[in-house]
C-alpha cells in the first residue's frame, strides 16, 4: 500500500494582498471582495529566490532522505504550468543534481494542472509497485513559481503564492497509507488550461458538484464513508466556496482546514501537502486519523487522496 514516508513545505515570506493590488490590476471593489468574501490577507512570495531554490527549501527539510538518495529512483515534477521557464531552464534536473538523486528517472508531470500533486501520488505508487527494487522511493516536488499576472491571478476566484511541498512516497508502509483516490478529467469546451471565458464559466458551473462527486469516489475507494473523515485538506483557492460545499460535502466546516486560506494564497498543487504539515503540526491530525486530500485544476480535473496518519 503505498506510503507517504515524509511531507516536507516551504513557506516563502507571506505579503499582504493589499500591497500586490496594483501589480494584479485589482480595483478597491476586487479587492475587498478577495479578502472579505474570499478570506484572503497574504500570499506567499519570494521575488528573490529561484524556483529550483524553492523547491530545494522543501527538499533539504525532508530528514528521511538523508543518506537515501540512492534509493530514489522517481523524480516527478508535479506542475501546474506547462512552461514554467524558457528553455534550457529546467528547475527538474537542477533539483536533481543538487540534491544528489544521480540515479532518479526524472520527468514532470502536467495537463492536470493543481491536481497534479496528487495525481502524481497515485502515479508514483503505480511506478514504485511495479519496482523490482522493495527499497525504491519516489520523491514528487510540487509548488512554483508565479512569474506572470495572469499566473499570479485567479480571476474572481483567488491569487496564487509560491509555496512549495516535497512528498517522499514508498510502495508501501505503516505510516500515512494510501487508502483509496479518485482523479477526474471532465471537459469544458476548451482544449488546454488556458481557458476562454464561456470555458471558464462552465468550469465554474460544474465545479461544485465534480468537487463533491470525486470526494465521494475516492472515499468508496478507500472503504470508507465521508463520517470517517477526521479532516479534509483542501486546496487554498478560497473560503467562501468550501463554506458553500461543507453540507453538499456531508462534513461540518469544522473538519474542513481553511486556516491557510488567509496565510498563503493557492500555491498550486502544493496547498493540499501544505495543509497537511500544518495541520499535523497543530496537532489537528492524530494516529489513525483518516484525511482526504482535495484539488482542482483548470481544465478541469479535480482529485482526491485517502491517507490513512
Request: contains cysteine; proline residues 5%; hydrophobic residues 45%.
Amino acid at each position: 500500500m503505498t506510503s507517504l514516508v515524509e511531507v516536507s513545505t516551504h513557506w516563502p515570506s507571506q505579503v499582504p494582498l493589499a500591497s500586490r493590488q496594483s501589480a494584479l490590476d485589482l480595483s478597491d471593489v476586487e479587492l475587498r471582495r478577495y479578502e472579505r468574501a474570499f478570506g484572503l490577507s497574504e500570499i506567499c512570495r519570494d521575488a528573490e529566490r529561484t524556483e529550483t531554490e524553492l523547491l530545494m527549501a522543501a527538499v533539504d527539510k525532508l530528514s528521511a532522505l538523508r543518506g537515501m538518495e540512492h534509493r530514489v529512483r522517481y523524480l516527478i515534477r508535479a506542475r501546474t504550468q506547462r512552461a514554467p521557464a524558457p528553455y534550457p531552464d529546467s528547475a527538474l534536473h537542477e533539483v536533481r543534481r543538487a540534491a544528489g538523486l544521480d540515479r532518479a528517472c526524472a520527468f514532470a508531470l502536467t495537463e492536470h494542472a493543481c491536481a497534479s500533486g496528487l495525481s502524481a501520488v497515485d502515479l508514483a505508487g503505480l511506478l514504485l509497485a511495479e519496482d523490482p527494487d522493495p527499497d525504491a522511493l519516489a520523491l514528487i516536488l510540487v509548488g512554483e513559481q508565479a512569474r506572470s499576472v495572469h499566473a499570479q491571478l485567479l480571476p474572481g476566484m483567488g491569487a496564487t503564492g509560491e509555496g512549495t511541498a516535497a512528498v517522499l512516497v514508498a510502495a508501501r508502509g505503516a505510516r500515512n497509507r494510501v487508502l483509496g483516490s479518485a482523479c477526474r478529467t471532465l471537459y469544458t469546451g476548451d482544449a488546454g488550461m488556458v481557458m476562454s471565458a464561456e470555458g471558464l464559466e462552465r468550469f465554474r458551473a460544474m465545479y461544485t458538484d465534480a468537487v463533491v462527486e470525486t470526494i465521494g469516489l475516492a472515499v468508496a475507494d478507500a472503504g470508507l464513508e465521508i463520517g470517517d473523515i477526521a479532516l479534509l485538506l483542501p486546496h487554498n483557492v478560497n473560503r467562501i466556496a468550501w463554506v458553500r460545499m461543507a453540507d453538499r460535502i456531508g462534513l461540518p466546516l469544522p473538519r474542513i482546514f481553511l486556516d491557510n486560506v488567509p496565510r498563503t494564497g493557492h500555491c498550486f498543487g502544493a496547498d493540499p501537502f501544505l495543509n497537511f504539515e500544518t495541520a499535523r503540526a497543530l496537532g489537528r491530525i492524530q494516529p489513525g486519523d483518516r484525511c482526504l486530500l482535495v484539488s482542482v485544476g483548470l481544465g478541469a480535473t479535480y482529485a482526491a487522496t485517502v491517507v490513512e496518519h
